[in-house]
């Protein structure tokens, strides 16, 4: 069965650090990425997506993901965290030979002490 | 430009009762999605409608139901409420299926007592 993979569970860095989120998906065929963000108390926000082309993605915030076919990845990143940072971030992906649904990963919960 | 609108905010109801949610999608958007996200078990996707038709499924018993009105706004029916259903509810909206941006509501919460 098609499913999205975040290893890790809880991140907890200082500021100025540098991010790396994993994600791995089990999708053939072509496949639709995202990575979401929930920020304590709101709502889920689309960060960036990856649909086709230059496979490194810009997203908002200074976020950026890289899609590795051979990898089956879509890992996160983020150069310097600040603590506005803190929130659970959840990568999804969508494909047609899936019913076209968008799957979630189990999130990743980032805290970023100040 | 208004987002996908949910009420009610929160909801309590006692166990064996229903519970109905409401969504109203973003102008222009055709299909929407509901997904369960209850604590520890991440998003769970539950059903999706496209032009008024129930396009998929998730892996939900069938006491949780739904349907899309022709203005394409939704209602999610669980029956038979029990503890473990309390969780945010969220619903999402896009434009018709393929490969478009899925853009989310604030969610409902439900809680079971």
């Known amino acids: 069965a098609q499913s999205v993979s975040q290893h890790n569970h809880h991140v907890i860095l200082s500021e100025a650090a540098s991010l790396e989120l994993g994600c791995n998906y089990s999708y053939g065929g072509t496949v639709n990425l995202f990575w979401y963000v929930q920020y304590p108390g709101q709502h889920l926000q689309l960060l960036l997506k990856?649909?086709?082309?230059?496979?490194l993605v810009k997203g908002i915030k200074g976020f950026e993901a890289e899609f590795i076919k051979s990898k089956f990845s879509f890992n996160l990143r983020k150069p310097s965290v600040q603590w506005s940072d803190t929130a659970e971030y959840f990568c999804?992906?969508?494909?047609?030979?899936?019913?076209?649904?968008?799957?979630f990963g189990g999130g990743t919960r980032l805290m970023v002490k100040p | 430009e208004a987002g996908v609108t949910q009420s009610p905010t929160h909801l309590i109801k006692t166990r064996g009762q229903q519970a109905t949610l409401r969504c109203s999608p973003i102008?222009?958007?055709?299909?929407v999605y509901w997904y369960q996200q209850a604590l520890g078990l991440g998003l769970q996707f539950l059903l999706w409608?496209?032009?008024?038709?129930?396009?998929n499924r998730g892996n939900f018993p069938p006491r949780f139901s739904g349907r899309q009105f022709p203005n394409y706004s939704s209602e999610l029916n669980v029956n038979a409420l029990e503890l473990e259903d309390s969780a945010l509810y969220l619903c999402a909206s896009s434009f018709p299926s393929g490969g478009d941006t899925i853009y989310f509501g604030e969610g409902s919460w439900l809680t079971v007592v």
């Open positions: 999804a992906a969508r494909s047609r030979n899936a019913g076209n649904m968008l799957t």
């Open positions: 102008s222009g958007h055709t299909s």
């Open positions: 409608y496209d032009e008024g038709e129930e396009r």
């Open positions: 990856y649909f086709s082309g230059d496979p």
